[in-house]
């Protein structure tokens, strides 16, 4: 498997993989900016929930980097500033709060020492950010894989691969650990409208990988289910609510209420990352809701009216009882979720 890095940082420059410009093109950018973190986020030039936190940890000691302020207290009001900026890009993904938050953690552990030798603290957590999410998804598709017997199809949503994470991905980590070991499995990727991250980034990273990957519309879920084409669903997520409620990119509920009509497993995998224990349940989870042109004005084709009513939530809740089991690197958990992911830490 080809080790397609979405985020790297070069000693000087964030340098992220523009996933808005596959399949057809594999375009590095150079960033050295918090402000072009701040809009690769909000772009989906980088996307999918770890990838976005490691940018976002990236971006952080980054933008201190570049600070001027050489005594504790008005480097850390201005690092600050940087983060809660970073914080707004995007909503849903709780990875991003997640990864600023250690960031944070390890800025404050480290007051006493020198602002110079915070900023290459600072840059080193970031590294270890993305050195762990990667152990963290080869663990998850270690765990996946007990769900896999050779032969089976499994049906997935958006992209949850190697590019939304450090390496691996989480839905896809058990197809590749599958591949590894020479197994017989076939997907079915959804093209996940509007932004078709299943068309356009699933299917190329699979071909990439050799995997028999078929790709069907949002709409064609149903039929493949129902003739019995599929053996399990399994999806990747971006904030999981601590009764297991989980938001993923829309489309996802109504796969899982399918999934349960045809009696398929229906499995999300999730690093501890993305599982949060604040937010109680998946009502309280904030919905990103994005532009109209996304959808009337798809990849710059005009497909409805001008000024025709929208509404476009990136994400949508599944909730606890449609889910078969999560997948973590801690191992595979099942209801109660309420239990068991608070066992998980
Ligand atoms: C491994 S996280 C993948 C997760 O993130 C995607 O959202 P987006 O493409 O908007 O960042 C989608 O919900 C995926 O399941």
Redesign the pocket.
């Known amino acids: 498997m080809r080790n397609i890095e979405s985020v790297t940082y070069n000693g000087e420059k964030i340098i992220l993989l523009d996933q808005t410009k596959l399949p057809l093109e594999e375009v590095y950018l150079e960033i050295d900016s918090v402000k072009d973190v701040w809009d690769a986020i909000v772009q989906?030039k980088v996307?999918?929930?770890?990838a976005?936190g490691i940018a976002a940890a990236y971006g952080v000691a980054l933008g201190a980097s570049q600070l001027k302020e050489d005594d504790y207290e008005s480097f850390a009001a201005k690092y600050e500033e940087i983060s809660a900026y970073l914080a707004s890009s995007r909503p849903t993904?709780v990875n991003l709060f997640w990864a600023l938050n250690r960031m944070k953690n390890t800025l404050v552990a480290n007051k006493e020492q020198p602002v110079a030798e915070i900023k290459q603290i600072l840059l080193n957590e970031a590294d270890a950010i993305k050195k762990d999410d990667a152990e963290i998804c080869k663990s998850i598709g270690e765990h996946g894989l007990t769900l896999l017997k050779d032969g089976m199809t499994l049906l997935t949503?958006?992209?949850?691969g190697g590019i939304?994470?450090a390496k691996y991905?989480?839905?896809l980590a058990p197809i590749y650990l599958a591949k590894e070991k020479n197994m017989d499995i076939r997907v079915f990727a959804d093209e996940t409208r509007p932004?078709l991250?299943g068309a356009r980034l699933t299917t190329w990273e699979l071909m990439q990988a050799d995997i028999d990957v078929t790709l069907i519309t949002d709409s064609m879920a149903a039929i493949v289910m129902q003739q019995g084409k599929v053996d399990a669903v399994i999806?990747?997520?971006?904030r999981i609510a601590a009764n297991g409620d989980t938001a993923?990119?829309i489309g996802t509920y109504g796969l899982a209420v399918l999934a349960q009509k045809h009696n398929i497993p229906f499995y999300v995998a999730s690093p501890l990352s993305?599982i949060d224990m604040e937010t109680e349940t998946g009502a309280d989870i904030p919905i990103e809701e994005r532009s109209a042109e996304e959808i009337t004005c798809g990849f710059g084709n005009q497909t409805a009216p001008n000024g025709v009513k929208v509404f476009n939530p990136?994400?949508d809740v599944t909730p606890n009882d449609l889910i078969t089991a999560i997948i973590t690197e801690k191992g595979i958990i099942s209801a109660p979720y309420s239990e068991s992911l608070k066992n998980l830490f």
């Open positions: 989906l996307r999918g929930a770890p976005i993904a949503h958006c992209n949850a939304a994470t991905g989480t839905a932004l991250q999806v990747g997520c971006d993923n990119k993305t990136a994400f």
